[in-house]
């Protein structure tokens, strides 16, 4: 259908083009009479890439899109780097920045080997994953088209990048104190066991969470699927694991301030991508998402400098970064369904909430090192939860008509509760068995003599500022 209307606006331009001219119809049809069929064979050489093998048409448009926001959604882990890097002292630099790379590596060849098969295809045992022969290694895809007109690969990298940045905001929790061939070996196991089901329930068609209640569990862009299973596993990690060696007495300054800004900023950028790229389309929801997103940001810091200085007597530079970071997370469920207002609340109640949830770890005194449950974890409960009270109209009538006749607020809210319920006691109960595992198998928690020589030399013989004695 699509390949025929370009057709026929192809003809209609060359009727129109032809009225304009003073060279009558009969006397142009003569001078070209014999180049008509050149014209038609280059027309078809033209429009045919736009039709895959099996006649379904490539929306281009959609598809620029979802490449950009692939590529920034990949931009994202170098920023994370960044951020986290600074957070560190200077001995741990190199090693942290490592955790964020190495799952650029261990999980890109995971997810095209398996992790695409688990994450969208048909429910298996039981509906605990998904499973298709055809995508292993995406062989099966190779010609295949969404329905939104975009190439099926083109899908599968963009969801890849999630599945990417996942394991890497847990290692926040642990940093300065974890093996590096153990926290490889224990992002593999993690992807494989926990974010690929999550993904399953949450996103594929017949995912449980996806047909709960009416209309599904609302998580847009990630909040259930990325940001509390990787909060709630940072902290189970962190609690398992045990504070970094001299915490909380020990002076452990960020290294570099500066790089966790400009770390930051590629993460709020990439953003774009993560929430507006969820859509899978160039239109209205898109548009929604991306101002959604930057609406959320711009609150969250406000708001995060604002009970900084009442409570500190200044705002501070992490400070700013942690309120946009809380604001981002909050409003990646609800990006596609709340309207601006919605998220200008939901980035204030982000940083209030994250605000306290690392008042309260310094209170508890354990040891999530970069705050990955402060900010991730309570931050995409809050977005999940709260968004509730923000949906567009539109969605909930769309809810209604599914449901028979009638759906409320409250019957959305027990839906989404239940979805940030499920994704906890499952991110948890999992990330346990899995550290108790490699704590066998290869020891996870660094040795004291390598902790106190730092990450950088121990693993890696390297120093990331070339100090001779960084701290």
């Given at each position: ?212 209640g009416a209309n599904g569990a609302i998580d847009f862009a990630g909040g259930t699927v990325v940001h509390i299973s990787a909060g709630v596993s940072g902290l189970v990690a962190a609690l398992y694991l045990g504070a970094r060696r001299g915490f ?78 809380a604001g981002l997370v909050a409003v990646t469920p609800a990006a596609g369904v709340v309207q601006p207002f919605g998220a200008f609340c939901l980035g204030i109640f982000a940083s209030i909430f994250c605000y306290l949830a690392i008042i309260a ?106 100090m001779l004695n960084p701290n």
């Amino acid at each position: 259908m699509y390949y025929l209307l370009n057709c026929y606006r192809f003809l209609a331009f060359v009727k129109k083009s032809i009225a304009k001219t003073s060279i009558k119809p009969t006397n142009m049809l003569k001078k070209y009479r014999g180049k008509f069929p050149l014209l038609l064979l280059t027309f078809l050489f033209i429009s045919m890439p736009l039709l895959a093998a099996d006649g379904a048409a490539i929306d281009t448009g959609v598809t620029a899109w979802m490449l950009v926001s692939t590529a920034l959604v990949l931009l994202m882990i170098p920023g994370l780097a960044m951020f986290y890097g600074g957070l560190v002292r200077t001995k741990n630099v190199l090693g942290t920045m490592m955790h964020t790379f190495a799952a650029m590596g261990i999980m890109t060849v995971l997810w095209v080997a398996v992790g695409y098969a688990m994450s969208f295809g048909p429910n298996v045992l039981g509906g605990w994953f998904g499973w298709n022969t055809d995508y292993l290694f995406l062989s099966g895809i190779d010609n295949s088209i969404l329905d939104a007109g975009v190439p099926e690969y083109v899908f599968s990298m963009f969801q890849g990048k999630f599945a990417i940045i996942t394991p890497a905001l847990i290692a926040g929790a642990f940093a300065e104190r974890v093996k590096f061939k153990s926290y490889c070996l224990f992002i593999a196991l993690w992807g494989i066991l926990v974010y690929n089901p999550l993904c399953h329930w949450v996103w594929a068609e017949d995912g449980f969470l996806f047909n709960m209640g009416a209309n599904g569990a609302i998580d847009f862009a990630g909040g259930t699927v990325v940001h509390i299973s990787a909060g709630v596993s940072g902290l189970v990690a962190a609690l398992y694991l045990g504070a970094r060696r001299g915490f909380p007495v020990t002076n452990m300054p960020p290294s570099n301030l500066v790089m966790t800004m400009i770390g930051g900023g590629l993460l709020w950028v990439g953003w774009f991508g993560f929430n507006a790229g969820s859509s899978v389309a160039s239109g209205l929801s898109t548009a929604q998402a991306l101002t959604a997103t930057q609406v959320a940001a711009a609150s969250g810091a406000i708001a995060w400098m604002i009970i900084e200085a009442c409570h500190q007597g200044k705002a501070t530079a992490l400070g700013i970064m942690s309120g946009i970071l809380a604001g981002l997370v909050a409003v990646t469920p609800a990006a596609g369904v709340v309207q601006p207002f919605g998220a200008f609340c939901l980035g204030i109640f982000a940083s209030i909430f994250c605000y306290l949830a690392i008042i309260a770890k310094n209170k508890l005194g354990y040891d999530d090192s970069l705050d990955a449950f402060g900010i991730h974890g309570m931050g995409g409960i809050v977005g999940a939860i709260l968004l509730t009270f923000f949906i567009r109209d539109s969605w909930m009538s769309e809810a209604a008509e599914l449901a028979g006749g009638s759906w409320t607020v409250w019957e959305q809210l027990g839906v989404q509760v239940a979805a940030v319920l499920i994704a906890i006691v499952y991110a948890a109960v999992l990330t346990l068995i899995l550290l108790y595992v490699v704590n066998k198998l290869t020891g996870f928690r660094s040795d004291p003599k390598e902790e106190m020589q730092g990450l950088d030399s121990a693993y890696h013989s390297e120093h990331g500022y070339g100090m001779l004695n960084p701290n």
